[in-house]
């Protein structure tokens, strides 16, 4: 009966040690790129985002106010048109808004869902961001409660909009959330509505955890930041 040397054995257990040593090592720079990597490059982006925005509005202000009272002008897709602030989820919380929610977009800040209604319109102005990855925008979402102030710039006016639900559990599949009259909103008739989008569980993505809001107030912003902004 033939023994197997005891070199070729210590060979494969050096080899199998190796191996999970470059596993692990991959493991967690993988990990602290989820955590950390994602994180820096998408403030970046944002803090970009909100630069062009203050550059754009500094050069050409009214450009962004609608027409004799009318609707905003078409947004452009992947171009961000607003800065949102919900002091509940930070003194600094701020993150520009974009037009359309792909993964690039979502990579720079907040997302618009194109196909619902423009800022401070009659609709429902929906917004998606990660809760987790590319800077956590949305990781304290669960803490907002009836409310508490969302306020929106696009440059030339303050639309500050008030929570009226504890986050709402629902399916992925469950798009009617973004209607203008969410059935399972608090709402029951037309209305300047806000809807706010993310994943749950916080480091999954089975559900979808859901805020809605009205249209509370407006102001120029030539007035200075609003009393929700205000403290």
């Not at 009226?164 to 029951?188: M, Q, Y």
Request: charged fraction near 20%.
């Amino acid at each position: 009966m033939s023994v197997v040397p005891v070199v070729s054995v210590r060979l494969v257990v050096r080899a199998l040690s190796e191996l999970c040593i470059t596993a692990g090592t991959l493991i967690v720079l993988f990990v602290v790129y989820v955590l950390y990597w994602t994180g820096v490059k998408a403030d970046s982006a944002a803090d970009h985002q909100i630069s062009a925005l203050r550059d754009r509005w500094a050069r050409a202000p009214a450009a962004a106010a609608p027409p004799h009272g009318g609707p905003p002008a078409p947004y452009t897709d992947g171009r961000s048109f607003a800065v949102m602030y919900i002091p509940r989820l930070g003194g600094d919380w701020h993150k520009p808004v974009l037009e359309g929610t792909g993964v690039k977009n979502l990579q720079k800040g907040l997302g618009h869902y194109a196909s619902t209604a423009p800022l401070g319109q009659v609709g429902n102005f929906s917004v998606a961001g990660h809760r987790r990855t590319y800077g956590d925008p949305f990781k304290d979402f669960p803490e907002l409660r009836p409310g508490d102030a969302v306020v929106l710039s696009d440059g030339t006016t303050w639309f500050t909009y008030r929570i009226d639900n504890k986050p709402f559990r629902t399916l992925p599949s469950d798009v009617g959330v973004i209607d203008p009259v969410p059935a399972e909103s608090p709402f029951r008739s037309p209305g300047r509505y806000l809807t706010l989008t993310t994943c749950d569980p916080e480091w999954g993505s089975s559900h979808r955890l859901i805020a809605w809001g009205h249209l509370d107030s407006t102001a120029p912003v030539a007035r200075g930041k609003p009393p929700a902004l205000a403290g």
